[in-house]
């Protein structure tokens, strides 16, 4: 079973720069499509970023140019490099592990852009 664990996020204000981390355990990391959305108060949730299992990233419009993600199979991790975050980015960000049919999520880790 595909355990996930979402860490990094915090208070920071508008400008500033977060980076998440989620360690994947429980399955073979290298085969994955990663990806992390996200869910704000209200709203469904989005696709932020995701990265094949060859490492080709792809962004949603809102975040293309500020955010980064990446991955490391030496550590079962990948990672959400957040920059230039607006107040809009706040949210409850969310890791995912698919393959296949088969998708996992993590818990969570609150963002929340504000000054």
């Known amino acids: 079973q595909v355990h996930i664990v979402e860490s990094g996020g915090g208070l920071v204000q508008p400008g500033g720069s977060l980076r998440l981390s989620c360690v994947v355990s429980?399955?073979?990391?290298?085969?994955?499509?990663m990806a992390w959305y996200r869910q704000a108060p209200g709203k469904q949730r989005e696709l932020v970023a995701g990265?094949?299992?060859?490492?080709?990233?792809n962004y949603a419009e809102s975040v293309k140019g500020r955010f980064a993600i990446s991955r490391d199979s030496a550590k079962n991790t990948v990672y959400l490099q957040m920059n230039s975050l607006k107040p809009e980015d706040t949210a409850v960000y969310y890791c995912?592990?698919?393959?296949?049919?088969?998708?996992?999520w993590g818990q969570g880790t609150q963002v929340t852009v504000s000054s």
């Open positions: 429980g399955g073979i990391f290298r085969l994955y499509v």
């Open positions: 990265i094949t299992d060859i490492g080709l990233p």
């Open positions: 995912n592990a698919a393959l296949g049919s088969i998708s996992s």
